[in-house]
């Protein structure tokens, strides 16, 4: 499994970024992906969630402001994120695990498997 994200930047706070994250060698029909950040000195944290069904999940500091989305044409998982502030500087990472929880997508990182390298988001006021 090879999960490759780009898309990441510097913009200004109120900016838009869309993240992508092309993933290869996962085939499993019952899975969540995710996308994570982790700024400097912080732990890691959940930003956004999907699985098989297309349900999602989204942290609180997020909600409104971004939108998870997949392409199963192309593999890719997107991340939209509008209306950036800076304390959303962190590097991103998305990530992917073959289960299916009738709750919803995990948010917590330990739940997932199979992750990508990162690329890294600066906002600036």
């Known amino acids: 499994v090879h999960l490759v994200e780009s898309g990441g930047g510097s913009v200004r706070s109120g900016g838009s970024l869309r993240l992508s994250c092309r993933v290869s060698?996962?085939?499993?029909?019952?899975?969540?992906m995710g996308w994570f950040r982790q700024a400097p000195g912080k732990e890691r944290e959940g930003v956004a969630a999907?699985?098989?069904?297309?349900?999602?999940a989204y942290a609180d500091s997020v909600k409104g402001r971004f939108t998870i989305s997949q392409d199963d044409t192309s593999n890719t998982l997107y991340l939209h994120m509008n209306s950036l502030k800076p304390e959303d500087t962190a590097m991103y990472y998305c990530?992917?695990?073959?289960?299916?929880?009738?709750?919803?997508?995990?948010?917590?990182?330990?739940?997932?498997?199979?992750w990508g390298r990162g690329t890294q988001v600066t906002v600036s006021s």
């Open positions: 060698g996962f085939t499993y029909i019952n899975y969540c």
């Open positions: 999907i699985d098989s069904d297309g349900t999602t």
């Open positions: 990530a992917a695990e073959n289960a299916y929880y009738v709750g919803g997508p995990p948010l917590d990182d330990y739940e997932y498997n199979y």
